[in-house]
């Protein structure tokens, strides 16, 4: 596979991975712009260390969507950019934690003692981590020497290092709005859907149309649920408030809403990209 990012598999120059390369650097270069510029309220390091870490949540979310979006739609060139979204992850990812030793001055006993004694710290230092072993080993050449198998394994534990990141969003004090509990959706659905795939005996039902509409709707009132609980946990506020703000729009789309729709646009996706596609699953003859 061709190292440089704008080149297919056969080494052919990719309009597509140009474009996702594009919307990988772009978010950057904006917050790179801003801070240059003066365009943020608070002062620049802690705005760079919330938003390399929003890109780099978003960038690992994109990563973890590119199987169910390559096989609903059919759209297999889709797997060629990946790696450039991992790698787009662990790039951001490493900028937050630039951003933290920052703003710590460097001071690596007080940061020890963060990780050690923050929730939120550990999470985040567990997770770079394993976003850093992925990224050492997504070459060709690592596949090569761990062996197809093995190299698998290792790649498949983004699964652990995603909900560790979005554990260390949710506990961070800049975790308000929608935005985490989306999130929190979108990796609910990712995971759900890769459940649903792996089913031995009904291989075709995570690409049903009436699967995806019933996984969507039970995503939805999932990111509603966790939503109202973790925030009476955490903020201690009423159940019946936070329920209620997701049916008063003038305080915007809430994350029940926002999942729903991105579930119903990947159901949209399926449809177009197969317009014959059965409506349910299919059954394993008898």
């Known amino acids: ?17 140009l474009t996702v390369l594009a ?9 790179v ?15 760079l260390i919330y938003y390399s870490g929003i890109w780099s949540l978003w960038a690992l979310l994109a990563c973890l969507a590119v199987t169910p979006l390559s096989q609903i739609g059919a759209w297999h060139s889709l797997v060629w950019v990946r790696r450039q979204l991992g790698v787009g992850a662990l790039v951001y990812a490493l900028l937050h934690v630039l951003a933290y030793v920052a703003i710590r001055r460097a001071d690596w006993l007080a940061m020890a003692g963060e990780i050690v004694g923050r ?8 997770a770079t981590l394993g ?9 060709d050449g690592a596949v090569r020497r761990l062996g197809g198998r093995r190299w698998k394994r290792l790649q498949r534990t ?12 949710l506990l961070s004090p800049l975790a308000v709005g929608p935005l985490p509990f989306v999130m929190v959706g979108c990796l609910a659905w990712l995971l759900a859907w890769r459940w649903l795939a792996r089913s031995p005996r009904h291989p075709g039902r995570a690409k ?9 709707v039970v995503v939805a009132l999932f990111t509603a649920g966790f939503e109202i609980v973790w925030l009476d946990w955490v903020q201690d506020l009423p159940p019946a408030l936070i329920a209620q703000a997701n049916f008063e729009l003038d305080l915007g789309l809430s994350a029940l809403w926002t999942v729903a729709l991105l579930g119903l ?3 949209a996706w399926g449809r177009w990209r197969h317009p014959r596609h059965h409506a349910r699953p299919a059954h394993p003859p008898r």
Request: hydrophobic share 60%.
């Open 119 to 126: 929730w939120s710290i550990a999470f985040a230092t567990v």
């Open 33 to 47: 712009g801003m801070a240059l510029g003066g365009g943020f309220a608070h002062s620049v390091l802690p705005s």
């Open 158 to 169: 983004v699964y652990l290092w995603a909900p560790l990141g979005l554990l260390h969003f």
């Open 1 to 17: 596979m061709s190292l440089v990012p704008w080149r297919d598999p056969r080494g052919r120059f990719s309009f597509f991975k």
């Open 208 to 216: 049903a149309t009436v699967v995806l509409l019933g996984l969507s």
């Open 131 to 139: 976003l850093l072993a992925l990224g050492l080993t997504s070459t």
């Open 265 to 267: 646009a990947v159901v």
């Open 23 to 31: 919307a990988l650097v772009l978010p950057g270069l904006w917050t």
